[in-house]
């Protein structure tokens, strides 16, 4: 509801209140700041000249060195202070252009006059210091704008529960210190300010959803009990929005104690990362830690295999034809290997490892075995059996060290040292002398006569040539791991649906050729984990895990091993699951899949991505009209045009053509595998200014793309035009999925384009959804 003439010029005058209080306390901090700037300058040109540096005496050295530390905390203090007054100015500078988006008049119970709250992004207080301006939309009376509309309301402090009447709610839109609209709004938090945000066109980033929080997001955002948090949310309703609005308001909650390097987002892809990287430097805050899953299985599995990436495995699944004999075994194994029976598997293993089984590498030096893998698994089970096999190769580590150095000792009389004294270098021979000088001390004598002189220099030459060897073994590098994981293949045994010994068998193949399947690759470092003591991530007390359903059972539980001292955010929507071990919404919702105790489930069932029309076209698709509810914006209905394979490119170029006439700057052209995208865009390249997206880009810029389903997870479009939307393309069950995301990314428009008869998932959509074209 609009609010009256007078009553928005009062507001403004406010506005033009708060923006002078700005002004003045910017100038304030400018000026610190400038000071600040002045002094560490100054401090930096002059740190060595006012520091006493004097080495004669050891008392010396004590004062030199107490001198040295108090002139660079003196700098790291000024430093310190440098950086927070930055970013105030940076708060402030946001809050000039947008003070705030909202306010509210609330009466507690126990007074008789209702005080007005404004919120905005960060707080702000009047001139005296003594009451507030604006309140951060995270303190907790602003939750009552997100929870409430106006009468009774109440909300919670970290001490109690504080009930009133809320008399108003009213909505800003403020630029560049002017207001533009006001609404006086009822019920949620107002359509018009909704409508006007999701109309407009999508961005190459992510924006902060602060002033337009719906109810059930804010559940999500403020909620900092659970230790498990899962969603469920259907396309579009906002959980990758809410997830980030948590991080910022976790941020701001426990400030005194957690940072943004304290919270872990898993994410997609690489691109989904710049996608969502300004949403809250938006919000002053910093960017949480930010990896892909496959990212941190490769960072674990280190060289010595090439792992597949997801998406290899991905295409793999949709472009390879069933009738091939390796497909059914691969897609058994994968199958297998993604379930918690492969880790009760690898558990029964891990237990016949204790007695048996395990296998290390040769200790070679200069072609010689100094000691094999035999005495080495002699050692390891001659260890206490109690003790874990963690333990126990932690023992063989010092025992190898050990012997290692013998081996060396023995080595420095052998004539290949002999021979390498003498063609030693000038250059060489003054570095060993230098090195020597640094481990044993300032030796004037050291060289004088010629025996100790070979002695040293031996002793040098062999400790260079032992210094990859032992750090090998620091890094425990003699633990055969790929000899270990093919060995479960060779003496284990499980009941799956295809053949056990065919699976095996493909494994097997695979890693003797220093290759890791990607559903290999997390029970292979779920092994590994067990030999090797891990430092568990300990920073690590926030966990985002984005396209929840794209996880395997056991990859979660990899996961939950692996971070076993954090909070967790799950969020997923099962009728997106791109992966053929996919998941249904018992299974993402399903407790002891995460085995974290106490578990707080969200359903988001409003999409707010796409038109009316478009969510209507859409959820159909994976039979959930019931459930998902379309956001009151309208638009174009969605449109189906029949062609050939021969005009199929033609009927394409038009629907782009058409789609810019309108102004849209985000344009997808969204095929099933990365193949086609790559045969389109070849097809396209010299027509169209499109550009690629494959798995490798990270960067996500305006303008006419070409990508295949799996890439835009997470991101959505102006418009989007489904390439081939015909029968034959998309037909097998596990493609539908796949079908209904790539549909999901359109905001305002979605195209389809079908090569002869369509595919049976439009089946269930009506008629009167979509124009049709032929
Ligand atoms: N409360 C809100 N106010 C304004 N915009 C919102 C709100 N909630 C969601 N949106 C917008 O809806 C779109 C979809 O949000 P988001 O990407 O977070 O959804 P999602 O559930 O993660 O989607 P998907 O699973 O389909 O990738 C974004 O443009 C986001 O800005």
Request: hydrophobic content about 35%; some cysteine; glycine content about 4%.
């Amino acid at each position: 509801m609009a609010i009256e003439k007078n009553q928005w010029l009062e507001e403004q005058k406010r506005v033009d209140h708060v923006v002078d209080v700005i002004d003045e306390k910017a100038k304030a901090l400018t000026q610190s700041t400038e000071g600040l700037k002045g002094d560490i300058i100054g401090l930096r040109k002059n740190f060595w000249e006012d520091v006493t540096v004097n080495i004669d005496e050891p008392d010396d050295i004590i004062e030199s060195h107490a001198s040295i530390k108090q002139q660079s905390e003196m700098l790291a203090e000024r430093e310190r202070s440098h950086k927070q007054y930055y970013k105030e100015l940076k708060t402030l500078e946001r809050l000039k252009e947008n003070p705030y988006f909202g306010r509210i008049d609330f009466k507690e119970e126990s007074e008789d006059k209702a005080e007005s709250i404004y919120l905005g992004i960060a707080s702000l207080m009047d001139e005296k210091n003594e009451d507030f301006l604006i309140y951060d939309w995270r303190a907790p009376i602003s939750s009552l704008y997100y929870d409430f509309s106006p009468g009774e309301a109440e909300y919670q402090t970290p001490e109690s529960k504080i009930k009133g009447i809320m008399e108003l709610k009213r909505q800003f839109i403020i630029r560049s210190s002017q207001i533009k609209g006001v609404f006086d709004t009822g019920v949620t938090i107002g359509d018009e300010l909704l409508q006007e945000v999701l109309g407009h066109h999508s961005d190459t980033q992510m924006k902060s959803i602060v002033a337009t929080i719906q109810k059930e997001q804010n559940q999500i955002i403020r909620d900092d009990k659970s230790p498990l948090l899962i969603v469920q949310g259907a396309a579009g309703s906002g959980k990758t929005s809410a997830a980030l609005q948590r991080v910022a308001y976790l941020l701001y909650r426990y400030r005194e104690t957690l940072t943004a390097s304290n919270i872990l987002l898993f994410s997609p892809n690489p691109l989904f990362n710049s996608y969502v990287a300004s949403v809250l430097p938006e919000l002053g805050e910093e960017n949480m830690e930010q990896t892909t899953f496959y990212h941190y299985l490769d960072s674990q599995i280190g060289e010595a295999l090439a792992v597949e990436d997801p998406f290899q495995q991905i295409e793999y699944t949709l472009s390879l034809d069933e009738s091939d004999p390796n497909y059914k075994v691969r897609m058994a194994g994968i199958k297998l290997k993604s379930s918690l029976n492969f880790k009760t598997l690898m558990d029964d293993y891990l237990t016949r490892l204790a007695t048996e089984g395990m296998r290390f590498k040769n200790i070679v030096f200069r072609d010689k075995t100094l000691i094999s893998a035999h005495a080495i698994s002699d050692y390891f089970y001659s260890l206490d059996p109690h003790q874990s096999i963690a333990t126990r190769i932690e023992n063989v580590q010092q025992w190898l060290i050990k012997a290692l150095r013998k081996h060396a000792k023995r080595e420095r009389t052998q004539v290949w040292v002999e021979e390498e004294i003498e063609l030693l270098s000038k250059e060489a021979y003054l570095k060993a002398f230098q090195e020597l000088e640094e481990t044993y001390g300032n030796r004037e004598d050291s060289f004088d006569d010629h025996e100790r002189e070979q002695q040293w220099l031996s002793q040098y030459i062999v400790r260079r040539h032992f210094k990859p060897l032992m750090r090998k073994i620091k890094q425990l590098k003699f633990i055969h791991l790929s000899a270990l994981y093919q060995q479960l293949f060779e003496m284990m045994k499980v009941d799956t649906e295809a053949s056990w010994e065919q699976i095996a068998a493909q494994s097997i193949e695979h890693i003797q050729s220093h290759q890791l399947y990607f559903e290999d690759a997390a029970p292979f470092v779920y092994l590994k984990s067990h030999l090797i003591k891990q430092s568990h991530h300990a920073s690590i007390r926030h966990i985002f895990l984005d396209e929840a359903q794209d996880y395997t059972p056991f990859q979660l539980a990899l996961l939950k091993a692996a971070f076993p001292k954090s909070r967790w955010t799950v969020l997923g929507d099962f009728n997106q699951a791109i992966y053929p071990q996919t998941t249904n919404v018992h299974a993402l919702f399903a407790e002891e899949r995460y085995q974290l105790g106490t578990t707080q489930r969200i359903l988001l069932n409003k999409s707010y991505r796409s038109t009316f029309e478009i969510t209507q076209f859409t959820s159909p698709i994976v039979n959930q009209e019931d459930r998902i509810e379309a956001f009151n914006r309208h638009g174009e209905f969605p449109t189906l045009t029949f062609g050939t394979a021969e005009s199929q490119q033609s009927l394409i170029k038009e629907r782009v053509r058409m789609i810019e006439a309108k102004g849209y700057e985000t344009i997808a052209l969204i095929t099933k595998t990365a193949l086609e995208s790559d045969r389109l865009y070849q097809a396209f390249k010299g027509e169209l200014p499109v550009r690629m997206m494959t798995k490798k880009t990270s960067h996500f810029e305006k303008g006419l793309v070409i990508l295949p389903a799996y890439l835009a997870k997470g991101i959505e479009f102006d418009a989007v035009i489904v390439t081939n939307a015909s029968r034959t393309h998309y037909e097998r069950e596990e493609e539908r999925k796949l079908f209904y995301t790539a549909c999901t990314r359109a905001m305002h428009e979605l195209h389809l384009i079908s090569i002869g008869e369509k595919s049976h998932f439009l089946d269930r959509v009506p008629n009167a959804r979509y124009h049709v074209y032929t």
